[in-house]
């Protein structure tokens, strides 16, 4: 009977674990779509793009990984500039709220020390077809983290 409890209790741990390790894998995938339609969106709205002219607060190419965040926000709120009247950018800026392309972007391991991160307002000021070089940049590292790990 005891023989019994024990190899029940084992089967129980090995299914919770691979239940687990599956859903990691399919919220990583999930993820990773998303991104994907988020760098789509973003290469219509720059095929579309009539204010090249503007500049606009871009975060660094080489974004620390614990100010992922800080820099999802900025690119966010940069992009508010643009006539949200156009469906691509109104679709784009909804895709970069979305909850998953926010996990997606996260980058900061949980138990790392707090950031100390640049203020949007305080990043330099770069014309438009830069900061959308630089936000397709931070998509692509994205996607790339999330099919290696």
């Known amino acids: 009977m005891n023989m019994k409890l024990v190899v029940l209790c084992l089967l129980a741990v090995c299914c919770s674990s691979l239940a687990n390790a ?3 894998r ?7 779509k998303k991104l994907r339609e988020v760098k789509n969106l973003l290469a219509e709205v720059r095929g579309t793009l009539r204010h090249s002219e503007l500049t606009l607060h871009t975060p660094p190419q080489n974004i620390e990984d614990c100010c ?3 820099a999802l926000q900025c690119y966010r709120a940069n992009l508010q500039v643009f006539n949200s009247q156009d469906r691509k950018m109104s679709k ?3 895709s970069l ?4 392309t926010v996990r997606g972007l996260d980058f900061c391991d949980s138990g790392a020390a ?10 330099p000021k770069e014309n438009a077809n830069e900061f959308f070089n630089r936000l397709e940049s931070f998509i692509q590292k994205a996607i790339t983290r999330l099919t290696v790990d």
């Open 26 to 32: 399919g919220d990583k995938t999930l993820q990773r």
């Open 114 to 123: 707090e950031p100390n991160c640049t203020e949007c307002h305080l990043h």
């Open 22 to 24: 599956s859903t990691i």
């Open 68 to 70: 992922s965040m800080s």
């Open 92 to 94: 784009l800026i909804k």
């Open 97 to 100: 709220n979305s909850h998953i």
